[in-house]
C-alpha cells in the first residue's frame, strides 16, 4: 500500500513537470521579447526540474541515486537565477533600442 502511494505521488509530480515545461515551450514561442521569453524558460528550468527529480525521488525511494538527484536540483537552484540575471543584464547593456520594448531603469544601480 505504501509503495502505490509512493508510486502515485512521483506519477502525479511527473505530470505536473510535463505541465511545467509545455507551458513554457508555449510562452517561449508566445511571448514577442528576449527577456519575456527568458523568465519562461528559466521558470521551467527551476519549477520543472524541481518537479521531476521529485517525482523520480519518489519513484526510485531512498537511496544515493536520489541523494544526487536532490543535491542536481539544489545546484540548478543556485546557478539557474544567476545565469538567468546575466544574460538578461547582457540583453539590457547591448539591445541598442530596449526602450522602445519595454521599460528599462537608466540608473546603474539597477541595471
Given amino acids: 500500500m505504501i ?14 513537470s510535463m505541465f511545467v515545461f509545455a507551458s513554457s515551450v508555449l510562452g517561449i514561442y508566445r511571448f514577442r521579447y528576449v527577456l519575456n521569453r527568458m523568465h519562461s524558460a528559466a521558470l521551467c ?13 519518489f519513484l526510485l525511494g531512498i537511496s544515493w541515486h536520489s541523494a544526487k538527484m536532490i543535491l542536481i536540483v539544489v ?13 538578461a543584464r ?16 537608466d540608473d546603474e544601480r539597477h541595471i
Fill in 75 to 87: 545546484f540548478l537552484w543556485m546557478a539557474s537565477p544567476v545565469a538567468s540575471h546575466l544574460i
Fill in 90 to 105: 547582457a540583453e539590457v547593456l547591448t539591445h541598442a533600442h530596449i526602450t522602445d520594448e519595454l521599460e528599462v531603469v
Fill in 3 to 16: 509503495r502505490f502511494v509512493t508510486d502515485l505521488i512521483g506519477v502525479v509530480l511527473i505530470s505536473s
Fill in 45 to 57: 528550468e527551476t519549477l520543472g526540474m524541481m518537479l521531476l527529480v521529485s517525482g523520480l525521488t
